[in-house]
């Protein structure tokens, strides 16, 4: 999982995961957290924060258990990191 | 305008607007988030910041011109409060 959670940063008490995402403008911005809305939908899980403004989003999730993030919470980041890659 | 902007709080440098809405679970939140996303579209313009987690919104305003906030920018606050506002 280590390569796909690139872009994150790990902090502790409490495990958390933290990613900024920055846009060029509003509609990216909704785009996106639209995207992450619909997969969370999907995933039956959900950022613990998200706070976003006209050009950027910061999303950060917790671990249910503090000893750390499960397979499944790790795969859940990953996916929204997912979100905003191309294929260059 | 006063009366409708009852549960904003007003700060100064930059002038904002900024309040707390809470809900019952992440539904409501979202629920809320997205009416919010739909009253931006209808109203042209959008919060500086809003900040959410499972069961609150925490959004803030800042008013264009510095020296403080216009009608149309208050109304737009005052609709967001709206959206929350039953009859009772």
Do not use: C
């Amino acid at each position: 999982m280590t390569e796909s959670l690139q872009g994150w940063e790990r902090r502790d008490k409490p495990a958390t995961l933290h990613r900024r995402f920055t846009f060029d403008g509003y509609r990216q911005t909704r785009a996106f957290l639209d995207a992450v809305a619909a997969l969370s939908e999907l995933a039956g899980r959900h950022p613990q924060n998200i706070s976003f403004g006209t050009t950027y989003a910061n999303i950060t999730l917790e671990a249910a258990d503090a000893a750390g993030f499960s397979d499944s919470e790790e795969h859940f980041a990953a996916q929204i990191g997912a979100l905003t890659e191309s294929r260059g």
